[in-house]
């Protein structure tokens, strides 16, 4: 079992920078792959970036690509979404999640309770 559960989460305008964060617990992470969704309202989830927790290989949505960067520290279970050059189609509930297996992607077993993001224009 995983439990996971975000902050950071908050109102900035356009052009401006967010810093979430993803504290994990529970089971061990080697083989783990951490992501971030969002789901906006009205909208499907849909997957914005993801970790290997072994290697740091990471892997981004178009959509972010260039703006946002996830990273992980191990000493700390933590796993962070810089978001800077933020635009209003960035606001949403971001979600950090968690599954274990070869690849980022598939199924995510385990899922935080969300944090709002709100870009204003």
């Known amino acids: 079992q995983v439990q996971l559960v975000e902050s950071g989460g908050g109102l900035v305008q356009a052009g401006g920078s967010l810093r979430l964060a993803c504290a994990a617990s529970?089971?061990?992470?080697?083989?783990?792959?951490m992501g971030w969704f969002r789901q906006a309202p009205g909208k499907e989830r849909d997957f914005v970036a993801a970790?290997?927790?072994?290697?740091?290989?990471?892997y981004y949505a178009d959509s972010v690509k260039g703006r946002f960067a996830i990273s992980r520290d191990n000493a700390k279970n933590t796993v962070y979404l810089q978001m800077n050059n933020l635009k209003p189609e960035d606001t949403a509930v971001y979600y950090c999640?968690?599954?274990?297996?070869?690849?980022?992607?598939?199924?995510?077993?385990?899922w935080g309770q969300g944090t709002q993001v709100t870009v204003s224009s």
């Open positions: 999640a968690a599954k274990y297996g070869s690849s980022w992607y598939g199924r995510y077993d385990y």
């Open positions: 970790i290997s927790w072994g290697v740091s290989s990471t």
């Open positions: 529970g089971r061990t992470f080697s083989s783990v792959f």
